[in-house]
């Protein structure tokens, strides 16, 4: 199958370009290598096709449409950025481009895609009150999160609220630019499917890590910006109180996952679009993620702050069980493992200012 893989250049799009050609398919790469996330050139194995362009330039999408069996879209603005500043930017690389390229596959007779979705369109994750069963706060107040009171409490009684492992059937709540551009995402490829009897999945991913994360970035994931001060000989810095459960999930565990999704959505009903959460399965707080790559880097301590982002949710941990029935997929990266093999890889270059 020759698939091409937006946004290919980069952290999860490189490793599932290794991945398909693992699984004896022919990738093409489709990116616009933007200094902010490339400040130096990747290598370009000679037995992949790149394409150097923007996934908004549609002639360019066009042009690498052509002998196409399937589409695995990994381009996108990722994080929460600096500010609301950049909000014109998520959207314009998220949802125009996402429609630039569901455009182009329409014409083009392209019908099975795979989005590299993500678990930010939940907002919080799965919580249960004593008193009251499954319920969903709302919003984290600031005046609550500047005063230390981090969790949310029951939005009826107020009571202490127990997380849990959230599945895709929950509510999406997107708290963010970056979540909002995610969810619509896909619902862009939802209604490209239901016009075009195309097929398409979209794989939530929760925290990805592993080697090849890009370091000093503001629009990188909390892995990475602890490997970057650990890398700087500085303490991670961990917001709030460093009880934030999450789900971390090794880089090459996704990459497989799309592998096996680009084969499954061609048996998928025509005209469709599921979601799969791509998670461990193992929650583990921040605390213990910054814990774990200290001590497996040699140091310096975690150092927790109380800093907050309004923008952040408390807890948000995935049941996996959908993408583990139905695409056979299992994640063979532990936390323990992972994290000590992260401690001690590369990362991409500081991105330039």
Not at 57 to 63: G, L, M, P
Not at 172 to 186: C, H, I
Request: proline fraction near 7%; include cysteine.
């Amino acid at each position: 199958m020759r698939v091409l893989v937006t946004g290919g250049a980069g952290f999860i799009g490189s490793h599932i370009v290794s991945a398909l050609r693992a699984h004896g398919h022919e990738a093409v790469v489709l990116d616009a290598l933007l200094p902010s996330a490339h400040p130096v050139p990747p290598a370009r194995p000679p037995e992949v096709e790149w394409i150097h362009a923007d996934v908004r330039d549609r002639a360019a999408v066009d042009a690498a449409l052509r002998g196409v069996d399937a589409v695995c879209h990994q381009a996108a603005m990722v994080g929460l950025g600096k500010d609301f500043a950049d909000a014109p930017d998520y959207v314009g690389c998220n949802d125009l481009g996402t429609a630039t390229l569901l455009a182009a596959m329409a014409g083009a007779g392209v019908r099975d895609l795979t989005l590299a979705g993500s678990m930010v369109v939940y907002g919080e994750g799965r919580y249960d009150c004593p008193a009251h069963g499954r319920v969903a706060p709302g919003p984290r107040a600031g005046a609550d999160l500047a005063a230390g009171r981090f969790e949310p409490g029951c939005p009826v009684c107020g009571a202490e609220l127990t997380p849990g492992l959230i599945d895709e059937d929950a509510r999406t709540d997107p708290r963010n630019v970056y979540a909002v551009t995610k969810l619509a995402q896909e619902h862009l490829a939802a209604s490209w499917a239901r016009a075009t009897g195309g097929r398409a999945l979209s794989l939530r991913y929760h925290n990805v890590y592993g080697p090849g994360m890009p370091r000093d970035t503001p629009y990188a994931g909390v892995a990475s910006f602890f490997r970057s001060s650990l890398a700087r000989g500085e303490a991670p810095r961990v917001f709030e109180d460093g009880g934030q459960r999450r789900d971390f999930v090794h880089v090459r565990d996704v990459a497989s996952a799309n592998a096996l999704a680009l084969a499954f959505v061609r048996t998928r009903e025509p005209g469709t679009l599921a979601a799969y959460n791509t998670g461990s399965g193992e929650p583990h707080t921040v605390g213990e993620m910054a814990g774990a790559l200290a001590a497996a880097h040699g140091g310096p301590d975690p150092v927790v702050t109380g800093e907050y982002r309004l923008g952040d949710v408390r807890h948000i941990t995935a049941s996996s069980l959908r993408l583990r029935t139905d695409l056979g997929w299992r994640p063979e990266v532990g936390f323990a493992a992972g994290m000590a093999e992260f401690a001690r890889s590369g990362q991409r270059a500081a991105a330039v200012p």
